[in-house]
């Protein structure tokens, strides 16, 4: 049971133009959202988050849109840069107790941004 | 502020072994948390140490265990290694990690291989 899913697993876009990566999820308990980026072999690197009480948040190159109606989430990144390719990961957090307390991840899209 | 340390980077074992990895959170942070990555099931939750003590478990077998020490180290442990635990195993940090939007901060994980 995926409860975040990232149904693009690659996503390829010119340098300069903008990037939009989609993640949504299942569980009405999620209430904080995190975009991670990975390179091979690295451990995962904080971009951006956004709480439930948000709609957007933004943080230079990178926003963050939330729309908790359509349990969905998407993160822009304007202008992309070659630096930018790396895996994408995003990740959700419960607000009560248990196994809510925990972070569930998507399953990462790759992002190319081609020169 | 240094980042979150993990010690080995890359360990080889074989089949029945046991492995111990180790973890330093950032400076000031109390809550550390374990994560296998692998190609088929992505990066999955294993457990969550606060204060030295475990707060959250992740649907793993018995033969994956950690601690936490009074510094906030943590060390997790695979008994009884199989084939399928070869794995990136990635420890991640935050101040507290039940507040609303607390962050976790990874290391650059643990190349497991289990031959």
């Known amino acids: 049971d995926q409860q975040v899913k990232q149904n693009s697993p690659s996503l390829s876009v010119q340098e300069g133009r903008i990037s939009i990566l989609n993640c949504d999820y299942t569980?009405?308990?999620?209430?904080?959202f995190l975009w991670y980026k990975k390179y091979p072999a690295e451990g995962p690197t904080f971009l951006i988050s956004i709480s439930s009480i948000k709609d957007k948040n933004e943080d230079g190159r990178f926003t963050v849109f939330l729309n908790k109606s359509a349990k969905h989430l998407s993160l822009h990144i304007v202008p992309s840069q070659p630096g930018d390719s790396a895996v994408y990961f995003c990740a959700a957090k419960g607000n009560s107790g248990g196994s809510n307390y925990k972070l569930t991840f998507g399953k990462g899209t790759l992002l190319t941004v081609n020169p | 502020k240094a980042g979150v340390t993990q010690t080995p980077r890359y360990l080889i074992k074989t089949r029945g072994q046991q492995v111990t990895l180790s973890c330093s959170p950032i400076s000031g942070h109390r809550s550390v948390s374990w994560y296998q990555q692998t190609p088929g099931q992505g990066l999955q939750f294993l457990f969550e140490?606060?204060?030295?003590?475990?707060?959250n478990k992740g649907n793993f077998p018995g033969r994956f265990s950690g601690r936490q020490f009074s510094n906030s180290r943590s060390e997790m442990n695979v008994s009884t290694l199989e084939l399928g635990d070869s794995a990136l195993y990635l420890c991640?940090?935050?101040?507290?990690?039940?507040?609303?939007?607390?962050?976790?901060?990874f290391g650059p994980g643990t190349r497991l291989t289990v031959l």
């Open positions: 991640a940090s935050s101040l507290n990690w039940r507040g609303g939007t607390d962050t976790q901060y």
């Open positions: 569980n009405s308990m999620f209430d904080y």
């Open positions: 140490y606060f204060s030295e003590t475990q707060r």
